[in-house]
């Protein structure tokens, strides 16, 4: 069972434009949930991440915003840049270091 | 800081040899690591979590004598696939936990290795 979903699979962005990518859980018991840049052949790279406490975190072009009574959690990428281009990760962790991945969106982002 | 290292990055090998694939932390140490695989377009599964010092945890379905897992030190955690088949090629990245207070809950994740069992 998919303990955090995750939508789209794949996004379409036109340059400056704003790429938001959703996730979901259902286990109150997580409380981080970080979110991971992974690009081909690479290994997944922390890009920012939220505890349950908080309801929205921004750093610099990319913010997390936080929804605990819905259980839902999603990241906006302002601006975005053909850089940005790779497979974005949300994850959700217990205080046991139990991390549990979305299955991914594949965001293009266009000149 | 926080960068973890995997060796070797590609590794091509034939059907029923053993590959050997390390995972450094370079500039913490970790008490724990953990061994996911991936394949092409997909999620990360997590196979097993390895603690310094003891016996790896291995999740349901991955086969320990198989995938043999080492931690022998605070930096160092190795995963050795067995007898490797055509069916074990996949990516295979690494991650260990930031020991200090500043972030305990961070999975800071290795680049990689690529395996391909001919």
């Known amino acids: 069972q998919q303990q955090v979903k995750q939508s789209p699979q794949s996004l379409i962005v036109q340059k400056g434009g704003i790429s938001i990518i959703n996730c979901a859980y259902e286990n109150t018991a997580f409380d981080y949930f970080p979110w991971y840049q992974q690009f081909p052949g690479k290994g997944p790279a922390l890009l920012i991440a939220i505890r349950p406490d908080v309801s929205e975190k921004k750093e610099g072009r990319f913010t997390i915003s936080f929804n605990k009574s819905a259980k839902q959690f999603s990241l906006h990428i302002m601006d975005s840049q053909p850089g940005d281009s790779a497979t974005y990760f949300c994850a959700a962790e217990t205080g046991a270091n139990n991390l549990f991945f979305g299955t991914g969106t594949r965001l293009t982002v266009i000149p | 800081g926080a960068v973890v290292s995997q060796h070797p990055s590609r590794v091509i090998c034939k059907s029923g040899t053993s590959v050997k694939i390390e995972c450094r932390s370079l500039?913490?140490?970790?008490?724990?690591m953990f061994w996911y695989r991936q394949f092409p377009k997909q999620s990360l599964m997590l196979m097993a979590t390895s603690n310094e010092g003891s016996k790896a945890t291995y999740e349901q379905g991955v086969e320990k004598d198989k995938f043999l897992i080492n931690h022998a030190s605070l930096t160092l955690s190795t995963l050795t696939v067995t007898s490797a088949h055509p069916e074990d090629s996949s990516f295979y990245i690494c991650?260990?936990?930031?020991?200090?207070?500043?972030?305990?809950?961070?999975?800071?994740f290795g680049p990689g290795t690529r395996l391909t069992v001919l």
């Open positions: 500039d913490f140490q970790a008490t724990t």
């Open positions: 991650s260990a936990i930031l020991m200090s207070g500043l972030a305990p809950d961070t999975q800071y």
